[in-house]
């Protein structure tokens, strides 16, 4: 099988619907002639011509007004935030024009948009622009929301996502772009909504999405080593959350530890947590460990910027804990 | 509104209690924090105080009668008030648990008076179950009494284990899932009934007897079959020149009344915790996944009783001297006689000793007192001719020390080391000072 990065494994995904379905196209700042910031909408202008890679000003309420309209008009944009930091300017769109026109319209007018770019902290890049937004997006009725953390999961779901009849929004990561992984050469595609046990465990249940998937398989790995199995689920969905795959898991192990890189506070890491804990009550050994961002904005400094996020140490921490091991 | 008045688990590891006294009759007026009666429970006496105000209305469990944790003992509110509803639920089940022989599943009503007439012979209890305890009959468990982890609790249910009848090993003493599957495994590893005995021709002063297992009993039954199951003993034999600690005892208690004498026991005790700071591994505990190490030496001495045994604690024996230990090891030892300890004085012990000396007893091993990972047994000191200078026989005082090791915490050389610079100590006291 193919191994690609997560950057091709989006590019395969885009070009392979572009090619596809002539109604979709992609939107958004620098997608065009620069390749992308990231090069990860790559030689798509020269394939698919300047009507469907557009590129556009530095206006994201802008742009995104123009694809949720063109989605309305019966096109299949997927419009590209260079990070999901600068959609906080077209939240407004998001929120009250992509996720509410069916409803409003009485199930009428549909808005098949796809809103894409990388979330989450990367390095070194301050407050303003480190932070994992899934949250304000997760929270909010009338959206799907996917975050994959491996190439595989990437091209399968943005490949759902285009075909989808809602606004999806997808969420890469910066970080996660160079990372490689097996995808295959014929088409598949990866449904929204189901989670997926990226590693069998008896003795804890590890529910995490997105780019801390890497450091928790590599914790899981380590924690095997000193006799403990833990069984990885990843939630690769924020909405809808298949939170059945990880409360059938729990039910198996008795505990559970949840990995968001958002901050703490009415995330989607301790929303599932509530549900687990309401769930799963009577199959908990230990109460429900969150490990999250620290509730603060993103530090400059990298010791702290590293600091403020889920590490390593402070998940084998909460596995000990609810193992009752410290 | 009449207040329910329940039996409380007075000592960490109480099951069920006997009221061994009523303070208050039927009808006096009672104030929060009187003394409403005794309460024999596994160890010890305990005072039931209580913390409501008014009237005791009636009293359920008479003097002598026994309640499970939980059962109903008496009834509380204001003078003349109806009490019938409140009695009508609890009065089936409650007063046949009151009078049932200890083990006996409360929902079954009992076939036939629960003790043995004793001009009548039972028969060996065939049809009962006797390989373990029949399970406690299921009582709706408040928050208040017990922490448990929603897992533990669905455990428990199904496996039909009284959770009361376990200790927690999660934070605050939260009962979680590996403490019951500990309880299921200690269970299961009970030994068979024995066959009933064969019938023997009755001889005089002898008969047989069918005895209830009083609370005590059980307790020690199932903490030292525990520890013998589940920690892999092993035994360490040395015979101590018990000289040098005769003659320091002795120019001790020169200077001392004949009532202020010092106890060989605490000498023992101030030897023994001397050896364990320098060997810290043998003051530890077996935990499942860690070891604890304890940083103070609590020694436990075990004390025999008309019914039983208990072990109370002369606690951070490493900074007591030797007359500080032997006053307060005969406070605790006068009081374990009257049943006056305190939950917390016989529980919680680092190491134990246990001394049989003075029935004569030359040697002999000892099961490990949980939580605690070693236990000293002590032999008589007595006369003992060893090979001289010169390969001529001396006359020497011997003791001799057997030391059980849970194997899981202490290693066979490290169990050597210590015992021998116990030895050492006891020949030559000022060794303990090196």
């Excluded at chain 1, 300017?89 to 990388?118: C, E, H, W």
């Excluded at chain 2, 305990?46 to 009237?55: H, I, K, P």
Aim: charged share 25%; hydrophobic share 40%.
């Amino acid at each position: 099988m193919p191994v690609i990065t997560y950057r091709d494994a989006v590019r395969q995904a885009m070009d392979e619907e572009m090619a596809r379905d002539a109604s979709v196209f992609l939107i958004g700042e620098e997608v065009g002639e620069y390749n992308g910031a990231y090069k990860v909408s790559q030689g798509l202008l020269e394939k698919y011509g300047p009507n469907r890679v557009i590129d556009t000003p530095i206006t994201e309420e802008g742009f995104a007004g123009v694809g949720i309209g063109a989605a309305i008009a019966g096109l299949r944009p997927i419009v590209e935030f260079m990070t999901f930091n600068f959609s906080l300017m077209a939240l407004d769109q998001v929120i009250n024009n992509a996720a509410k026109t069916l409803y409003m319209s009485g199930g009428k007018v549909r808005v098949p948009v796809v809103f894409r770019g990388p979330n989450g902290p990367a390095e070194y890049l301050g407050s303003q622009h480190s932070q994992a937004l899934q949250t304000f997006f997760a929270h909010c009725p009338g959206l799907k929301v996917v975050a994959p953390a491996t190439p595989y999961d990437a091209k399968g779901l943005l490949k759902s996502a285009i075909r989808d009849d809602n606004p999806v929004v997808v969420l890469e990561g910066e970080l996660m772009y160079a990372w490689k992984g097996d995808v295959p050469a014929e088409e598949y595609l990866v449904p929204i909504g189901v989670a997926e046990v990226k590693r069998p465990g008896n003795d804890v249940t590890i529910a995490t999405c997105s780019k801390p998937l890497r450091m928790t398989l590599e914790t899981a790995a380590a924690l095997e080593q000193e006799g403990i199995s833990a069984e990885v689920v990843d939630l690769r969905s924020l909405r809808p959350l298949d939170d059945e795959t990880v409360c059938a898991s729990v039910r198996k192990t008795g505990r559970c530890v949840i990995v968001d890189e958002s901050w703490p506070v009415c995330s989607v890491g301790s929303h599932l947590a509530s549900i687990v804990s309401n769930k799963c009550f009577d199959d908990l050994d230990a109460p429900v460990e969150l490990v999250a961002s620290e509730d603060v904005p993103m530090p400059y400094n990298h010791a702290l910027e590293l600091a403020a996020q889920p590490s390593a140490e402070r998940l084998v921490a909460a596995v000990k804990k609810v193992l009752y091991l410290q | 509104m009449a207040d329910k008045l329940l039996m409380l688990a007075l000592s960490p590891t109480m099951e069920t209690g006997t009221i061994a006294k009523w303070n208050k009759k039927e009808g006096d007026p009672v104030k929060s924090g009187d003394v409403l009666c005794e309460v024999e429970t596994d160890k010890a006496t305990m005072d039931y105080e209580t913390s409501a105000t008014g009237t005791l209305l009636k009293i359920i469990v008479p003097e002598g009668g026994q309640a499970a944790v939980g059962d109903l003992i008496a009834v509380m509110g204001k003078p003349g008030e109806d009490i019938a509803a409140l009695l009508k639920g609890a009065d089936a089940r409650k007063t046949a648990a009151t009078e049932k022989s200890a083990g006996q599943p409360a929902q079954k009503p009992a076939p036939q008076p629960a003790t043995p007439a004793p001009d009548k012979p039972a028969r060996p209890p065939a049809q009962k179950p006797a390989a373990e305890p029949p399970p406690q009959p299921a009582h709706a468990i408040s928050r208040k009494e017990l922490k448990s982890s929603p897992l533990a609790r669905r455990l428990a249910e199904k496996m039909n284990i009284d959770l009361r009848s376990i200790a927690g090993s999660g934070p605050a003493g939260r009962i979680i899932k590996r403490d019951v599957e500990r309880a299921m495994h200690a269970g299961r590893k009970a030994p068979a009934a024995p066959a009933p005995p064969a019938p023997a021709p009755a001889a005089q002063g002898l008969r047989d007897e069918v005895l209830p297992v009083s609370n005590k009993r059980r307790i020690i039954a199932q903490r030292l079959s525990e520890s013998m199951y589940s920690a892999p003993h092993y035994y360490l034999k040395v015979t101590a020149c018990a000289d040098g600690l005769l003659e320091a005892r002795e120019a001790l208690n020169r200077s001392r009344g004949p009532a202020e004498s010092v106890s060989l026991n605490a000498f023992l005790i101030k030897f023994a915790a001397l050896a364990l700071a320098k060997h810290p591994m043998v003051n530890a505990s077996w935990q499942g996944d860690t070891i604890a190490r304890h940083g103070r030496v609590d020694i436990g001495i075990a004390v025999a009783l008309p019914d039983g045994l208990v072990t109370p604690v002369v606690r951070d024996c490493v900074n007591k001297g030797i007359i500080a230990i032997d006053r307060e090891l005969k406070d605790l030892v006068d009081r374990a006689r009257n049943n006056k300890l305190r939950p917390e004085e016989f529980t919680g012990a680092t190491f134990t000793i246990s001394n049989l000396g003075s029935f004569g007893i030359e040697e002999f091993t000892a099961i490990i007192n949980p939580p605690a990972a070693a236990i000293l047994a002590v032999g008589a000191a007595h006369r003992a001719f060893v090979p001289g200078p010169g390969g001529q026989p001396v006359a020497r005082t011997a003791m001799a020390l057997t030391l059980s090791c849970d194997h899981r915490v202490i290693d066979g050389a490290v169990g050597a080391a210590f015992l021998r610079d116990l030895k050492n100590t006891i020949g030559y006291p000022v060794e303990g000072l090196y």
